[in-house]
């Protein structure tokens, strides 16, 4: 039995040895044969599963694209749901490769929990949803409400400062997990729910029993970027996420969509033919296939695509391009030049 | 005096109606005293006005398994089994694919086909092991397939009574030998050993449940080595596993200490060795005499499973709290809860009948 | 077994310096070493993965956080906190609403444990078999999914806060919690606190001073009564002598919600209700054995000694029962303390609550959950030591 123990200690101490050489986690995922991806376990719009178990959602959508910029395929991912609890652990110890789960850059994110972000997939802020009933019309009208908000998040420490900065009191009603938050709304025990304005779009549509009753407050209270992020320490790991990301915003600059991506293959464009890799270059310098952004526009498609696909004008969410529309069209997504 | 003996007997009299009959078992169990008379009274209005309701609102005012929620929600004076009739099979077997849910089922009959059968003394064999081993083997690969034609299906998905039976009895199952080195080593006379036990036993009985789930949730994968990960649900079972090895232990102390202390020295007068003395003759009397114990730290461990909620994972409570939040069928609550604890409950009380009973027979046995 | 050296045909003579397995000594050490080589090894080995891990990913490490400013709100405190204090002081906060909901659950379940228990035993068939029914159904069933239904019922049951029910007028019951009117601050509160310790203190002085006396003079001073008296009386005079005001803040309500008075939030209820209810079972099973245990006889022998009923309760029966109850009770204590916890899946703010926030916030999971372990382990070392002197002291003196 004690020699059971010590031949286990050994093992593992060998087991030590062989992951401390193993420490690209490129090369990690390709022995793997897919991607591990952190989503949100149930965040319409942005990452849910539906009843048969496929997940859908614009950050699921960046978790296949990476999964096409190295396998060529869309499907060779594995997502792992995570509360706004575990996902900090789960990407810091490499549980899973990345997080894309509708989390906020932030300073003490970016330093003091160790990761580094991506660009911003989509530009949020944080809102309030209350009910019609109430006849609020402005969130300085808050002052003395319950406000029903989910721990662990910026939205928390948004909503105490806000309150601090406009000298109003409130009473939080701090629950952990989301569907719980919801249901607390719901049911009347606040009179205010609030988090990132596409979160109360996606839950308004999705979750409310009448969504017609329930309004969206006008005032944006916070800068909140969402972004996928990668652990620190490995630095081509996150050039891969990072470029995969810039494709689908400098595709839908080009213009370039799923469906017509091949005819952009021989354009005359020298810029475009260094994105799609006719002109080589561009792939092998992130260690990946030369054709990864035409894969990654092919398969999954364009910025556009996928924001219209998952929480544009026609999906319940309804959500407007706003600040997520490209630079060139007034907004903030803008792609570094593929070069 | 001879005179006075009566040859005719006289037929048999009825005892008086006040010492036996209902009426005097009213008399002595219900209105002995005056206080007890006023008592009964009271409790009685009290049930007359509680029960009536509620059986209205459970049978009576109720809609059936068919009812929709808009139905329910028009007339709200009865339960909605509408919501069971729905989500029946979600609370169930939780997010398994709907097709396969025969499997889950399986699961959920083998493991309560093993419960039942070890139940029984006669079948307290050595092959019982083996039929648990298979029976696991069985789970194992009705759960996650991928073998003999069954479609694989992610450990993500399962969910429901199922996960519920697995981490319980799973985490028993591995914990059991862990609680017997544990409590060997609590009264073992090496310092050493015995002060690594004590503090773990302690430690763990220490802190919250939560605290361990939640050490294993987000601590645990910083333990492992780089790129070493474990998944979700062995991570809840191995916290399990930890707290339940703890909490038997000091149930199997109890039978150890039990044991008078000439059995020891008889065992050591026969020249055994330490492990044969304890496999041979502690142990076996130990665990007979700690299998009340034992049964009972089983069902304060079946109703702890329902933590994993905390941590994301859909057990039975998990499953049931989730169809509540399908925006359709929102508040109605006391179904859903009232047929999950019913759940809990038959499990639970039925084996703390079997451990009340089996204290009884073996105390019938020591006294002999 | 370590200790003795046990001969054996053929083995060579014990004591002799020769190394050898058989030994038990030697074995011993042998074992010792192994063991504690091997925990020593998987601890370093965890430890060193950490380090590693948070070298690697530069995860901020140390307890430094616990001054930055916490920037979350917290619901319900005892001491007074807002988003400007520390992370430490928010945790502080957390430590005072779990003691703060174990305190009252305590007192509240050892009371209604006591009923129960007291009333499963009763010779009125009905009341027993109530009570019975109570400790199968409650003590069965998961105590998270007991709070979930407290919950649901207050949030879900009640009605909206603007048709709170209005029982007594002042009271106010709906989804946000019920509301009782509460005296308005006057220094006259703190002054009847010190003389009610007063009271106890003076209690304590006589109880010391009557049992010298009867043990001098054999005279038995009633000093149950006496200190009852005190610890009402002494609060008393201190009321009346302030003025005895009796000012009122009334909730009302007031924009969202109800202002003034005081608030039993629908999280402290459920969470309360959830412990007190769950754990009651378990104490009411916990006070029957321990009547049960005392033997009739020692009534009886009571009685024949001319002890009258009084003190044969307080001198013979309850001495014996305590020391069967009050190990058990301890532990039921613990339980519900460690229960508490559940408070995190309503969201009322106990310390792993708080603790999980802050863990959340700075990303520094592992001081989050170190901070939760060793304060529940220092609230069950602290129990374990009182309970080890209690048990000393009560402990059967065998003559």
């Known amino acids: 039995m004690k020699s059971g123990i010590l031949a286990a200690a050994a093992a593992a101490v060998v087991v030590t040895a062989t992951a401390g050489a193993q420490a690209a986690t490129l090369d990690t995922v390709k022995s793997r044969g897919f991607v591990q991806c952190g989503v949100n376990a149930g965040l319409p719009g942005f990452g849910s599963p539906d009843s048969a178990g496929n997940w859908t959602g614009l950050d699921v959508d960046y978790c296949r694209a990476v999964a096409v910029a190295i396998f060529n395929d869309p499907n060779k991912v594995k997502f792992t749901p995570l509360s706004a609890q575990q996902r900090f652990p789960a990407i810091q110890s490499g549980e899973v490769d990345l997080l894309s789960r509708n989390t906020t850059v932030t300073l003490t994110r970016d330093t003091s929990v160790g990761l580094n972000f991506a660009p911003v997939t989509y530009y949020d802020g944080q809102g309030f949803m209350v009910n019609k009933k109430l006849g609020v019309k402005s969130a300085k009208e808050l002052n003395g409400a319950t406000v029903c908000v989910q721990s662990g998040t910026t939205t928390e420490l948004n909503l105490a400062d806000f309150f601090r900065s406009n000298n109003m009191s409130y009473n939080p009603v701090v629950i952990e997990s989301n569907d719980e938050v919801n249901a607390a709304y719901f049911a009347g025990r606040c009179d205010v729910l609030t988090t990132d304005v596409s979160g109360l779009a996606g839950t308004r549509a999705g979750v409310a029993p009448v969504p017609d009753d329930h309004v969206i407050l006008p005032e944006v209270i916070s800068k909140e970027p969402l972004a996928p992020a990668v652990r620190h320490g490995d630095d081509q790991w996150f050039d891969i996420v990072k470029w995969t990301i810039n494709v689908a915003i400098q595709a839908e600059e080009f213009g370039i969509t799923s469906k017509n991506v091949d005819e952009f293959v021989n354009s005359k464009n020298p810029d475009i033919l260094r994105f799609l890799g006719t002109t080589p270059g561009m792939g092998k310098a992130l260690g990946l296939d030369e054709k990864y952004a035409y894969n990654v526009v092919k398969k999954v498609g364009n910025y556009g695509e996928v924001f219209d696909r998952n929480v544009g004008p026609g999906t319940p969410l309804k959500l407007e391009r706003g600040l997520n529309a490209l630079w060139t069209k007034g907004g903030l997504q803008y792609s570094a030049p593929f070069r | ?368 | 077994m370590a200790t003795q050296t046990r001969t054996t045909g053929g083995a060579p003579a014990p004591g002799g310096s020769s190394f050898s397995l058989s030994d038990p000594t030697v074995r011993a050490v042998v074992y010792q070493v192994l063991v504690v080589g091997a925990v020593v090894l998987v601890g370093w080995f965890l430890i060193s993965n950490t380090l590693d891990n948070l070298a690697r990913r530069s995860i901020a490490t140390g307890y430094s956080f616990l001054e930055r400013e916490a920037a979350f709100g917290i619901g319900e405190h005892v001491i007074d906190y807002s988003p400007k204090d520390s992370y430490g002081r928010a945790f502080l906060v957390g430590v005072l609403n779990t003691l703060k909901v174990s305190i009252i659950g305590v007192i509240l379940a050892t009371i209604i444990g006591t009923l129960i228990g007291v009333a499963r035993l009763s010779s009125n068939w009905l009341i027993a078999k109530l009570a019975s029914t109570y400790v199968e159904i409650v003590r069965n069933i998961p105590p998270l999914l007991q709070l979930f239904f407290w919950y649901a019922l207050v949030s879900d049951g009640l009605p909206p806060v603007r048709s709170a029910l209005n029982p007594i007028p002042g009271v106010f019951l709906s989804q946000r919690g019920l509301f009782v009117p509460a005296p308005s601050a006057d220094p006259v509160w703190t002054m009847m606190g010190i003389a009610f310790l007063v009271a106890v203190v003076a209690a304590y002085v006589l109880r010391r001073w009557a049992k010298a006396r009867q043990a001098r003079t054999g005279q038995i001073f009633p000093v149950g009564w006496t200190a009852l008296g005190l610890m009402i009386g002494l609060p008393l005079i201190a009321y009346v002598a302030g003025g005895a005001p009796t000012a009122l803040d009334m909730p009302t309500l007031k924009g969202f919600n109800f202002v003034g008075g005081m608030v039993l939030s629908p999280e402290f209820f459920a969470i309360l209700m959830g412990l007190t209810i769950y754990t009651a079972a378990f104490i009411a099973e916990v006070v029957r054995s321990g009547i049960i245990a005392v033997n009739w006889g020692q009534t009886e022998a009571a009685r024949a000694l001319g002890i009258p009923s009084g003190p044969t309760l307080r001198l013979v029966i309850l001495p014996q029962a305590l020391r069967v109850i009050v190990p058990p009770l301890t532990s039921q204590y613990l339980n519900l303390t460690k229960n508490s916890s559940l408070a995190l899946a309503i969201g009322y703010p106990d310390l792993v609550s708080i603790a999980n926030t802050t863990l959340n916030q700075t990303g520094q999971a592992i001081e989050g959950v170190t901070m939760i372990m060793g304060t529940y382990l220092s609230i069950s070392l602290s129990i374990s030591i009182f309970m080890n002197w209690y048990n000393k002291r009560i402990a059967l003196v065998e003559r």
Request: glycine share 8%; hydrophobic share 50%.
């Open chain 2, 1 to 368: 005096m001879t005179d006075n003996v009566q040859s005719v007997g006289l037929p048999d009299e009825r005892p008086p109606a006040n010492t036996v009959g209902p009426i005097a078992w009213l008399r002595n169990n219900l209105f002995n005293t005056w206080y007890n008379a006023i008592l009964t009274v009271l409790v009685l209005a009290l049930l007359g006005s509680a029960i009536p309701p509620f059986v209205d609102w459970l049978f009576i005012n109720a809609h059936g398994l068919d009812a929709s929620s808009a139905v329910c929600r028009k007339d709200n004076s009865g339960a909605c089994w509408g919501f069971i009739g729905e989500k029946l099979r979600f609370i169930l077997f939780g997010t398994f694919p709907y097709e396969q849910q025969w499997r889950p089922l399986l699961t959920i009959v083998i493991f309560i086909t093993l419960l039942v059968a070890s139940c029984d003394r006669r079948f307290w064999k050595p092959w019982l092991g083996l039929v648990w081993i298979a029976g696991f083997l069985s789970v194992a690969v009705l759960m996650w397939g991928g073998v003999l034609g069954l479609t694989p299906v992610e450990n993500t998905l399962w969910g429901g009574l199922p996960l519920t039976l697995i981490l319980s009895v799973i985490g028993l199952a591995v914990a059991f030998p862990a609680a017997i080195l544990l409590a060997l080593g609590r009264r073992s006379n090496m310092p050493a050993v015995k002060v690594l036990c004590v503090t773990y036993i302690e430690l763990i009985r220490g802190v919250p449940l939560i605290s361990l789930l939640f050490m294993a949730s987000v601590m645990l994968p910083l333990f492992l080595p780089n790129g070493v990960s474990i998944d979700k649900l062995l991570r809840a079972q191995i916290a399990f596993i930890m707290f339940a090895a703890a909490y038997m232990a000091e149930a199997i102390r109890g039978g150890l200490q039990a044991i008078p202390k000439g059995q020891y020295e008889a065992a050591d007068g026969l020249g055994l060795s330490y492990w044969q003395k304890m496999l041979k003759i502690i142990l076996p009397q130990a665990l007979a005499i700690a299998i009340p114990p034992l049964v009972n730290t089983f069902i304060s461990f079946f109703k702890d499973t329902s933590l994993v909620i905390i941590i994301g994972l859909y057990d039975l409570l998990g499953a049931g709290k989730a169809a509540l939040s399908d925006p359709s069928w929102r508040g109605f609550y006391r179904e859903a809860y009232l047929f999950v604890g019913v759940i809990y409950w038959i499990f639970c009380f039925s084996m703390s009948k079997y451990s009340q009973k089996l204290e009884r027979d073996l105390n019938r046995s020591h006294r002999r």
